[in-house]
């Protein structure tokens, strides 16, 4: 082989390695901008086209590697118009902020001084292991009671109380499988732990000014980015960067605590109708956070017992549907656990955007579940129960936990437990010992 021969075959390889490396996917310099300001877009969520959280937007905006296995992507990014890419091809990707109207909070008297707060919430989460994958789309109706100090009795709370929730699971593994259910055995959500933070301190760089943008560093990299835009201000957090951002977390400082392994933790909060120089929790429009985590069984959420490392991606989105100043007694009213939730609707807000085709799959085929069916269909095995139930007197309830209570129970269980194997052990060496002979 010649060196004209050797040089042609090295061409060919380069063509044909480039070529794989552009099927692949995208390694370019891509970045999401807002359309209008063309300021970036930190945090914003990517999703593949079956609507798996795939990866996040850095401080600048600009996109991790993107396959294109993943596409057409779809990027979300609170309070802008959830947008869908078949191609990658240009440098910028823009999206369209959607117009917000918050409803009118009136203060009735000094009585009426505890916030209460109506929200709809979208929740997206991922939990996948070596073989199997567990998508999660769901839906809540929560709540919000925030008192104005800590001298109030009332003590409230300013974690989501779950009104009424949806949940819809796709479960996939290495074999093939591809089955739905509205239940899950195993819960990995984090937006019941992600709250609302009270009025947050206005900085000096965008106090004084109607548009204008401001970083504050951390430790490692940017912890808070301030964006304003006349009277809308957005604060993007990186929860990672230093231990004080924190404070935007403070219910899950356990998990901290205990070393749970977060590879992206953001937040991003928007705020309407800001008058002045100052920040008030009724102009909270909504917001929004992206976790990734890993975990190694019962560290997180208590998914399994066996010593399974997994990861966890979950994006959710906060709405804020309707806010009021009520009294401390209508609060205590509210927080009555006999409230008849289960007749209560969710209520989507007007500007939600339309759900990606897979996840409206996703919530059909759960829809077309037929449970009854199911059971019908399903065969008990009667070697892991009694053929039939026996309704126990009151005495001999009380005899029951007499015995549990006493360890009788567990006695009688492992006595009984090594006679039967003893049986059985001389029962099965009589076997072997007449098969020899």
Known sequence: MNYKTISCHLIVFWIVLLSAIKMEGKAFNTYVVDSITLTPLPGASIFDKQGNAIGISDNNGKLPYISAYSLPITIRYLGFKETSFATLDNDTLYLSEIPTELPEVIVESKRHKVLHILAYIREYSTLTTYTDSVFLFREKMVDFM?????????????????????????????????????????????????????SPQMIDAIRTSEQGSDTIYGKYSPTEIWHRNRDKIKIDVNVLA????????PNISNFFKNHLDFETFRLQYNYNNVVGDSIYTTDLAGYSFNIESNGRGHDMFRFNHKDQPFFVSTYAEVYILDKEYITTKEAKKWDNKKLDFDNLSIIEPADLPELQSSVKELVQRVNDINHNNIRLDFTPNYRLMGYRAHKQSIGQRALFILKQLTGISSYKSRRNFNRNWNTFQKNQMKKNNNKTE
């Open 146 to 198: 925030l008192t104005p100090d800590k001298t109030t009795k009332f003590k409230g709370w300013e974690n989501p109380r779950i009104l009424k929730s949806k949940s819809y699971y796709r479960f996939t593994n290495s074999q093939g499988l591809d089955s739905v259910s509205d239940k899950c055995n195993h819960h990995f959500s984090w937006s019941d732990w992600i709250g609302i933070v009270k």
């Open 242 to 249: 230093d231990t004080t951002s924190r404070k935007w977390v």
